[in-house]
């Protein structure tokens, strides 16, 4: 069973979805980067159709047990949330663009700190998904609830924003969307520490599928 | 019906009661407190060629009645022997012996006389062998031979295990017709029926499927799963998947010893023992 050549495509997608996250937020931090070195998101997308067509070609021809089945299933579901992911990548970095257009410039303290957390959320739940780390995976779902009351201070923050700064219509929205895919990829780094722990253990979300 | 042995906890380590207990009555397992034991096997060993060749190592199991029970294992690890055990069939084999136990209902199978014990104990083999006489005969045989004479009685039994076996529309015109000119699929569910027509309260299988087609292993398949909520059933496959499919319980040999014996769904899942791990995913064979 080729599950070992899966593995290492899977590992080679977390890894570019990785690095195109943390090149999308230092586009955002530092606007001097090329945005055009950023992101490839087909390149991504085609990882995602690789890895799903060997995942059920390897469940037909070798209808796999135990381990082989939790890995199988478990990269067939990890590569929707890491496809995701490196959408959101691209997002980070049409905001930015966008934002970039605008006379304003402003930084919101709080936003950078979710960043920072967001950025390691990814970092830690790629880190368990590679290594099967599980404890490591249940310290990213955890961290999940700062990244939402964040983003709620944050959503109640920019009106407040908008009316001292007199902020631009348009460039509140771009930083209400930004908001938004930083709280999503945080998400989506919790699903993936979700599907690290079931391919290490069968449990998901407490339920033991498999 | 009151059944006051429900929740009575099996004591493992008692003597053997030689009393042979009802169906109901059967005790529950310590392991699996939902489980009626139907056979236990304690301490068992088995010898081939005057005890030079030891074929079963210390066997401890039980096996819970109207489930289905799949042995699975390399070639060679005991499977077979172990399945020939619970009807004695064994003993055939010359120079064998063994040591320890097998209960049957609670009674250690050697207190009953093998004719007895294999009326209540079936078997279905790796090849369909019909007796060589009609379709009607074959299945009346064993209670013609238990010394029922009462035709109207042989017919209602006859038609009851073919409607049972699903084969009974297949055949009904030609019940006159030898057995051996059906179908390797319909003769192995005519065996299968030959063998229910004893009202048998276990029935063995030693690879029921291995010499059929897809779609006569699918029949027989559905059929092993229907056939559970009358009777207890205990299958040798080679086939995992078969295993993975039809089983309640897997028990898992290699070597002559039993690695592991689990609910099937966790077997197959996470197994507790690397060497069932191992094998599963066809790191070894």
């Known amino acids: ?210 | 019906m009151l059944n006051l042995f429900k929740n009575k906890k099996k004591d493992v380590n008692s003597d053997v009661n030689n009393e042979m207990l009802s169906n109901d009555e059967l005790p529950y397992s310590n392991e699996y407190p939902n489980e009626q034991v139907m056979f236990e096997v304690k301490n068992f060993n088995f010898y081939y060629d005057k005890k030079s060749k030891l074929a079963l190592k210390d066997i401890n199991l039980e096996i819970f009645k109207n489930k289905v029970t799949a042995f699975i294992g390399p070639s060679g690890c005991g499977k077979s022997t172990l399945l020939r055990c619970f009807d004695r069939m064994n003993e055939l084999i010359q120079d064998s012996s063994y040591d320890g136990q097998i209960l049957y209902k609670n009674k250690e199978i050697h207190s009953f006389n093998t004719i007895e014990l294999r009326s209540k104990v079936g078997m279905v083999f790796q090849q369909p062998n019909p007796f060589p006489m009609s379709i009607y005969n074959n299945v009346s045989y064993g209670p013609k031979c238990q010394g029922l004479k009462d035709k109207k009685e042989l017919d209602k039994i006859v038609l009851n295990s073919l409607k049972d076996v699903g084969l009974y529309d297949e055949v009904s015109d030609r019940l006159n017709i030898s057995g051996s000119s059906l179908s390797g699929g319909q003769q192995q569910r005519l065996c299968i029926a030959r063998c229910i027509a004893m009202s048998p309260d276990v029935i063995l299988m030693d690879e029921p499927t291995s010499a059929l087609d897809p779609i006569a292993t699918q029949k027989i398949e559905e059929l092993i799963k229907k056939l559970k909520e009358k009777y207890t059933i205990i299958i040798v496959t080679h086939n995992m998947q078969q295993a993975a499919r039809i089983s309640d319980y897997t028990a898992f040999f290699m070597l002559g010893e039993l690695v592991e014996f689990n609910k099937t769904e966790e077997f197959f899942a996470r197994p507790k023992n690397k060497k069932s791990e191992d094998y599963i995913t066809g790191k070894f064979s």
């Open chain 1, 1 to 210: 069973m080729d599950i070992a050549k899966t593995e290492l495509e899977l590992v080679e997608m977390a890894k570019f979805v990785k690095e195109s996250l943390h090149f999308a937020f230092s586009y955002y931090f530092d606007k001097n980067l090329n945005k055009e070195n950023i992101i490839d998101d087909a390149k991504v997308n085609a990882y995602e159709r690789q890895i799903e067509e060997e995942c059920l070609l390897s469940i037909l021809k070798e209808r796999p047990f135990a381990t082989d089945l939790r890995k199988l299933t478990g990269y067939f579901k990890v590569v929707e949330d890491l496809e995701r992911l490196g959408d959101h990548a691209e997002d980070i970095a049409w905001c930015t663009s966008s934002l970039a257009k605008f006379k304003e410039n402003i930084r919101i303290p709080k936003l950078d700190f979710m960043i920072n957390e967001c950025l390691k959320m990814v970092d830690d739940s790629i880190d368990a998904l590679i290594k099967g780390d599980v404890a490591l995976a249940n310290r990213v779902i955890a961290n999940d609830d700062l990244i939402d009351t964040t983003y709620l201070d944050i959503l109640n923050l920019l009106p407040e924003l908008k009316k001292d700064k007199n902020l631009d219509d348009e460039f509140v929205i771009f930083y209400t969307l930004l908001n938004k895919y930083v709280e999503r990829i945080a998400d989506h780094a919790s699903n993936v520490a979700e599907w690290a722990i079931y391919i290490k253990s069968g449990f998901y979300k407490d339920r033991n599928i498999i």
